[in-house]
T-cell receptor
Framework: AQTVTQSQPEMSVQEAETVTLSCTYDTSESDYYLFWYKQPPSRQMILVIRQEAYKQQNATENRFSVNFQKAAKSFSLKISDSQLGDAAMYFC??????????FGDGTTLTVKP | GAVVSQHPSWVICKSGTSVKIECRSLDFQATTMFWYRQFPKQSLMLMATSNEGSKATYEQGVEKDKFLINHASLTLSTLTVTSAHPEDSSFYICSKSGRGQFFGPGTRLTVL
């Protein structure tokens, strides 16, 4: 079975600084997808960034980028120029073509003004 | 805009009653949808996979007779919590697959 591990229950960052959230996963599949989702207090899940396992290039979305290390089964999220609106719970997730996702336990990010 | 809607967003019911939650795909048909449950400050746990026109597939430990799933149309899946009890109080989220799963806004269930 696939597992996703987020080892940082809580993280904090100063506004305008950079923070990295860690995620490791375990799978025997070769074709899969990895995601980072943001869940603000409204609890609406918001897709932050997506990475296809077959792509070597790390995905980027504006201030958000990932460091995807397939051999190490590591998928960290870097948030640059942190903003107050980035404060939320962040979930790392694994998905295959079957469609259902396996989520990590989440990391609560606090942004200090 | 939102591609998945859920109704209701919040429901309070008495113990022993049944509650139906609707999950609707707004932009295109969804033959497969997913139901998750999330307790406060915890992760999302997959409950079941809803398949249009056939029986849902439940995850281990989820009681299929308690959590009834119906996916009668290509845009609507429903989750009915039967004979709800206080321990069923939780946040229920549906989703469909896409470029990254698309999630509904969730339904907060409080059972008194």
């Amino acid at each position: 079975a696939q597992t996703v591990t987020q080892s940082q229950p809580e993280m904090s960052v100063q506004e305008a600084e950079t923070v990295t959230l860690s995620c490791t996963y375990d799978t025997s599949e070769s074709d899969y997808y990895l995601f980072w989702y943001k869940q603000p207090p409204s609890r609406q899940m918001i897709l932050v960034i997506r990475q296809e396992a077959y792509k070597q290039q790390n995905a980027t979305e504006n201030r958000f980028s990932v460091n995807f290390q397939k051999a190490a089964k590591s998928f960290s999220l870097k948030i640059s120029d942190s903003q107050l609106g980035d404060a939320a719970m962040y979930f790392c997730a694994y998905n295959t073509n079957a469609g259902k996702s396996t989520f990590g336990d989440g990391t609560t990010l606090t942004v200090k003004p | 805009g939102a591609v998945v809607s859920q109704h209701p967003s919040w429901v309070i019911c008495k113990s022993g009653t049944s509650v139906k939650i609707e999950c609707r795909s707004l932009d295109f048909q969804a033959t497969t949808m997913f139901w998750y449950r999330q307790f406060p400050k915890q992760s999302l746990m997959l409950m079941a996979t809803s398949n249009e026109g056939s029986k849902a597939t439940y995850e281990q430990g989820v009681e299929k007779d308690k959590f009834l799933i119906n996916h009668a149309s290509l845009t609507l899946s429903t989750l009915t919590v039967t004979s709800a009890h206080p321990e069923d109080s939780s946040f229920y989220i549906c989703s469909k697959s896409g470029r990254g799963q698309f999630f509904g806004p969730g339904t907060r269930l409080t059972v008194l």
